[in-house]
């Protein structure tokens, strides 16, 4: 339920930076008042404030046996991808504008936790394993 929760508090963070951005940077795209700006800097804080839930999951799906194997695949994957959208946040901006925030991957994200992912709140570890295969 907190994925579920933080995918909807992460779209909606993004929708208003798109709006923020998209109707103030229109007209004069090398200014952004400072209130904008501290808004835009707010809804990403807020958007990011439930990024370490992923670092998580893993110690609760894992079974005990495959623990550290399954947290270190989980680490490197992460780092791989906060590397990959590191470097393309700047051309995707200077491609979709405003709309690099409604490409949908929070949706993707939303779906596959909804669907994929199993509750782990008060299951022991020993039942995980009898969940996640």
């Not at 998580?56 to 623990?67: A, G, N």
Request: aromatic share 12%.
């Amino acid at each position: 339920m907190l994925l579920l929760e933080t995918g909807i508090q992460m779209f909606l963070s993004h929708v208003v930076i798109a709006v923020v951005m998209g109707m103030k940077m229109k007209d004069h795209p090398e200014e952004l008042s400072k209130g904008y700006a501290v808004l835009v800097v707010v809804m990403v804080c807020i958007c990011m404030v439930m990024g370490p839930l992923g670092w998580f999951i893993p110690s609760e799906i894992f079974p005990l046996e495959t623990r550290s194997v399954g947290q270190g695949l989980s680490v490197c994957v992460n780092f791989l991808f906060t590397f990959v959208i590191g470097q393309a946040v700047l051309s995707l901006l200077c491609l979709f504008k405003f709309g690099m925030f409604f490409l949908g991957w929070i949706l993707i994200m939303f779906t596959f936790v909804f669907f994929l992912l199993p509750e782990t709140k008060k299951v022991p570890v020993e039942e995980m394993t009898e969940k996640v295969c």
